[in-house]
Each structure stands twice: as structure tokens, then as C-alpha cells.
């Protein structure tokens, strides 16, 4: 079955419903086998086009997961990259802001970890912690120096969506494409994956109380999504709403979408010159000798 990626495309300037959207679908294998075929497969031709990607040293990709906890980031990420160049590809993760990224913009941290032209670079949640769990939590934001109750302000969110648009565009225009994942899982998928985290000893390290905190702030957690996704998601740099009830599907849909958007850049290796050509026939003959 072939995965139209236009199907879990944000559409750009319209609203934006979680409850719509579904967090499992008809999956795109019929077993364990054409699953992982289906995996390596795209595994191939995602290392085959980072190759090029490298090669040509045109453009930079950035890739941004977001997600409730337990939603499957680290497994999607391990998973569907497994067959990069470490060279050719970095991972950053954020979490909690150092003091020294406090005294900053919102946009300072991660803008130091950018990749550079020839590079994948993934964005293990982002800024976008900025307009989600900031959000959930506005507390946050007396640590940044923001003046009490000013995220009560008409218009303080939206000013950050705006900032993220243009930061987003600036990058854009300069080579960098931008490909955002909001992996959605559901909120009882959610519950079976954290008793997993108790109840199997290999995952108990992955468990923390204040999961179950954020769990219970998780209708406040949607409402900011549904903002944030419906005035973020654009032309250049779009977001993927992926289920993700099913992680071996949601990792196929993810790397379906990395491959054609890599694919439609249409990079190809670097001609040399004729007179590097030709020097490199000299150094040729020189060899077999």
C-alpha cells in the first residue's frame, strides 16, 4: 500500500482539530516481515539520498519531533535514521533550559545547533517547547525574565508563533529545509505505554512521576498543539501530524516523508570541471603505472 504523506500534511493558515485527527490508521504493512522489508527499504534510500545531500552541499535539512510522553520520538528517530552517515547527521536533544540559555531569546538555544549545509540535523523536541509546555505551564516564564502576567496579553502567543514563522522563513530562504513531526498518540495508548515503563524492568529507568502529572494536564497540552500546529504548519516549513498508536506505522509514514521530500530537492553529485576531469585522468595514469 503506498503512503500518500499528503495525508498527514497541517494544511497551512486554517484551524486545526486533535479530535479529528486520527491517532491510528490502516497500517502499511500486512506483517512483521513487509514491515521491516518495508523499513530497510526506506532506510536504503533515505542513506542513498543523504549521500547526495552531503555531496552537494546545497541545502540543509532539519527535522523537529514533538510529542506527548511515551509517544514513541526516541524509537521513531533510532529507528528510521539507523542507516545515516553519523557524519552526515546530528541529533539534539533539548530539555530543561541552562541558565545561561535563560539570559537568551526563546529561539538562542537551538539556533546554536543548527546543521550546517550538507547535514541532517534533528531537533529532539525544540522551540516549540516554548509555545506548548511554556504554555501549560506560563510559570516558566518568570525564569526568562518576562514580566508577571504578560503571557495574559492579547496577542503573546502569537507574537511567538511569529517569531518561530519568521526564524522558520529566514532558514528557508537561506537552504535549510524544514520538516516537522507532531507524533499523535492517544491519551489511552499513552496509559498502556507508561504501565509498560512499570511493569517491564528494562524500561523502568524511562518512568518519572511527573509524567503522570502531565498526563493530567493533557487537555491543555491539545488546545496548545491545535494553536500551535495550525499557525506554524506553512508552505516551507510544514507539519506531519503522524499517528502514532502504532509505532512500526507511524515510523514508515515518517520515513516516507523524509525520502520524497529529500527526493524532490533533486540534488544530484557534484561535475567537476573539465580541467579537474582532466587532471584527474592524469593522476590515473599515473597510478596504473
Request: hydrophobic residues 35%; positive net charge.
Amino acid at each position: 500500500m503506498k503512503i500518500d504523506i499528503r495525508d498527514f500534511r497541517v494544511a497551512p493558515g486554517g484551524k486545526f482539530r486533535l479530535g479529528k485527527w486520527p491517532t491510528r490508521v490502516k497500517p502499511f504493512y500486512g506483517s512483521e516481515e513487509e514491515y521491516h522489508r518495508r523499513l530497510e527499504d526506506g532506510i536504503g534510500e533515505l542513506d542513498e539520498r543523504q549521500k547526495v545531500l552531503y555531496a552537494s552541499n546545497q541545502f540543509a535539512v532539519l527535522l523537529v519531533f514533538q510529542a506527548m510522553d511515551a509517544a514513541g520520538k526516541d524509537s521513531a528517530i533510532r529507528h528510521v535514521m539507523s542507516g545515516i552517515n553519523p557524519q552526515g547527521c546530528h541529533v539534539s536533544s533539548f530539555k530543561q533550559p541552562s541558565a545561561e540559555e535563560l539570559e537568551h531569546d526563546f529561539l538562542w538555544r537551538t539556533q546554536m545547533r543548527l546543521p550546517e549545509r550538507g547535514m541532517i540535523g534533528i531537533f529532539n523536541r525544540s522551540y516549540y517547547e516554548e509555545v506548548i509546555v511554556v504554555r501549560v505551564h506560563p510559570e516558566l516564564l518568570l525564569h526568562q525574565g518576562v514580566e508577571p502576567r504578560a503571557h495574559e496579553a492579547k496577542g503573546f502567543w502569537k507574537d511567538r508563533f511569529r517569531s518561530i514563522n519568521d526564524s522558520e522563513s529566514h532558514l528557508h530562504r537561506n537552504g535549510t529545509r524544514i520538516l516537522k513531526f507532531f507524533l499523535h498518540v492517544s491519551k489511552e495508548e499513552q496509559r498502556k505505554r507508561l504501565l509498560a515503563r512499570i511493569e517491564e524492568p528494562e524500561k523502568n529507568w524511562k518512568f518519572s512521576m511527573a509524567d503522570l502529572e502531565e498526563r493530567k494536564r493533557w487537555n491543555d497540552y491539545m488546545d496548545a498543539y491545535e494553536d500551535c500546529l495550525a499557525a506554524t504548519s506553512t508552505e516551507y516549513a510544514p507539519w506531519y501530524a503522524v499517528p502514532a498508536d502504532d509505532k512500526k506505522n507511524a515510523r514508515l509514514i515518517i520515513s516516507r516523508i523524509v525520502c520524497e521530500t529529500l527526493k524532490d530537492l533533486k540534488l544530484k553529485y557534484p561535475v567537476l570541471p573539465k580541467d579537474k576531469r582532466a587532471e584527474l585522468d592524469e593522476i590515473r595514469a599515473l597510478l596504473k603505472k
